[in-house]
Antibody, heavy 118, light 107 residues
């Protein structure tokens, strides 16, 4: 059974770094791209970036150099780190598995809610 | 970046009615278009991929079509469980871009 679960801090202070872990089961990270998508009140659903099955990454330039995606295949985990947080980064952060043949996100985590506030 | 213009922003329809939602791409994206449904408090769920292919477990009343750079999602007979927000997503090139969403409500 395919499962994805995000775990994050819930509350982060402005200017600090956000770290979210996506733990997966039922499939191998070396066979799928793993996506990060966020949903904010201001911008709706927003694609953040992905890590390919081979380990290389692609990012949305909207996040410039703030964003980093990595993984630990031995632990079946994918990581999102984003620094210099602002209040407008408040939202829900999702990891999703991408079926490569059609570039479709066919499995999603339940999302990690993040509030950026002092 | 490729822009996805989704319409309408909201839609009120009756049970058993036919519902159509469209997304217009700002350039050719081939069939790299997917549709997602999101219910309140839940994550998006894949409905259609490759512009026209039905995802596993999705009822056959959902269908996708393409005409040039315009993509449509059709619900042939609206059911109560279809209420939610629908999004298109282009995955032709990075950055992937979502449509702004269509909120579907019961009349």
């Amino acid at each position: 059974q395919v499962q994805l679960k995000e775990t994050g801090p819930g509350l982060v202070q402005p200017t600090q770094t956000l770290s979210i872990t996506c733990t997966v089961s039922g499939f191998s990270l070396t066979s799928y791209y793993m996506q990060w998508v966020r949903q904010t009140p201001g911008k709706g659903l927003e694609w953040m970036g992905f890590i390919r099955s081979g380990g290389s990454t692609e990012y949305n330039s909207e996040f410039k150099s703030r964003l980093s995606i990595s993984r630990d295949t031995s632990k079946n985990q994918v990581f999102l780190k984003m620094n210099s947080l602002k209040t407008e980064d408040t939202g829900v952060y999702y990891c999703a598995r991408e079926e490569q043949l059609y570039a479709a996100m066919d499995a999603w985590g339940q999302g990690a809610s993040v509030t950026v506030s002092s | 970046d490729i822009q996805m213009t989704q319409s309408p922003a909201s839609l009120s329809a009756s049970l058993e009615e036919i519902v159509t939602i469209t997304c217009q791409a700002s350039q050719d994206i081939g069939n790299w278009l997917a549709w997602y449904q999101q219910k309140p408090g839940k994550s998006p769920q894949l409905l259609i991929y490759g512009a026209t292919s039905l995802a596993d477990g999705v009822p056959s009343r959902f269908s996708g079509s393409r005409s040039g750079t315009q993509y449509s999602l059709k619900i042939s007979r609206l059911q109560v469980e279809d209420i939610g927000i629908y999004y298109c997503l282009q995955a032709y090139s990075a950055p992937y871009t979502f449509g702004a969403g269509t909120k579907l409500e019961l009349k």
